[in-house]
């Protein structure tokens, strides 16, 4: 079955700054990756998704690299806002067809002021 | 767009009863939607694929017969906890990606207490 590794180490940052969060996988390589954001007590909120032959996705402050032969996604948050403390959770589909997902442990950002 | 609600936000029962909780798409068809189990400081499992029309897809080592799952409706699927024990404690959160799409939309989660 696909691993998923996030660090679960929470992440630190001063406001300002940019935020970067790791994401490996190992076996197969899925088609796309997806990253979700999930607040204390609540449902997670999809944030971006990135296809297998795109190197790099951007929305507004964020920005995704999915490197296939590493096996490894990037997300960072530039500029970075208190506002933006939350858990930040990858995703990745199964190797046969569908859309379930398997997520990662995710990983804590806490920005500070 | 693409909203999901979930009803109850919070239950506490009684061990040895049953709770049902239901998962709506507001704005949109749903055919497939997902059932997840987040304990404290752990990442979402995926316990069931609840499909319109048809039986449920449950993942190992989850009990079918324990988490019973209807999807009766392109807008509503349920998910009863049957005989909840005090280990089913947790909070249960749904998701349906709208057709066509890959990303899914979560509701907002359900916490389960049983006493």
């Given at each position: 079955s696909?691993?998923?590794?996030?660090?679960?180490?929470?992440?630190n940052?001063?406001?300002?700054?940019?935020?970067?969060?790791?994401?490996?996988?190992?076996?197969?390589?899925?088609?796309?990756l997806?990253?979700?954001?999930?607040?204390?007590?609540?449902?997670?909120?999809?944030?971006?998704?990135?296809?297998?032959?795109?190197?790099?996705?951007?929305?507004?402050?964020?920005?995704?690299?999915?490197?296939?032969?590493?096996k490894?996604?990037?997300?960072?948050?530039?500029?970075?806002?208190?506002?933006?403390?939350?858990?930040?959770?990858?995703?990745?589909?199964?190797?046969?067809?569908?859309?379930k997902?398997?997520?990662?442990?995710?990983?804590?950002?806490?920005?500070?002021? | 767009?693409?909203?999901?609600s979930q009803?109850?936000?919070?239950?506490?029962?009684k061990?040895?009863?049953?709770?049902?909780?239901e998962?709506?798409?507001?704005?949109?068809?749903a055919?497939?939607?997902?059932?997840?189990?987040?304990?404290?400081?752990?990442?979402?499992?995926?316990?069931a694929?609840?499909?319109?029309?048809?039986?449920?897809?449950?993942?190992?080592?989850?009990?079918?017969?324990?988490?019973?799952?209807?999807?009766?409706?392109l807008?509503?699927?349920?998910?009863?906890?049957?005989?909840?024990h005090?280990?089913?404690?947790?909070?249960?959160?749904?998701?349906?990606?709208p057709?066509?799409?890959?990303?899914?939309?979560?509701?907002?989660?359900?916490?389960?207490?049983?006493?």
């Open positions: 696909q691993k998923i590794e996030q660090n679960s180490e929470a992440l940052i001063q406001e300002g700054k940019t935020a970067t969060l790791t994401c490996n996988y190992t076996n197969y390589s899925p088609a796309y997806q990253w979700y954001r999930q607040d204390p007590g609540r449902g997670p909120v999809f944030l971006l998704l990135i296809r297998e032959n795109e190197k790099e996705k951007r929305k507004e402050r964020l920005k995704v690299t999915f490197d296939t032969t590493l490894q996604s990037l997300f960072h948050i530039t500029a970075s806002q208190p506002a933006d403390s939350a858990t930040y959770l990858c995703a990745l589909p199964p190797p046969a067809a569908g859309n997902l398997t997520f990662g442990g995710g990983t804590r950002v806490l920005v500070k002021p | 767009g693409a909203v999901v009803h109850p936000s919070w239950v506490i029962c061990s040895g009863t049953s709770v049902k909780i998962c709506r798409s507001l704005d949109f068809q055919t497939t939607m997902f059932w997840y189990r987040q304990f404290p400081k752990q990442s979402l499992m995926l316990m694929t609840s499909n319109e029309g048809s039986k449920a897809t449950y993942e190992q080592g989850v009990e079918k017969d324990k988490f019973l799952i209807n999807h009766a409706s807008t509503l699927s349920t998910l009863t906890v049957t005989s909840a005090p280990e089913d404690s947790s909070f249960y959160i749904c998701s349906a990606p057709a066509g799409t890959y990303e899914q939309y979560f509701g907002p989660g359900t916490r389960l207490t049983v006493t």
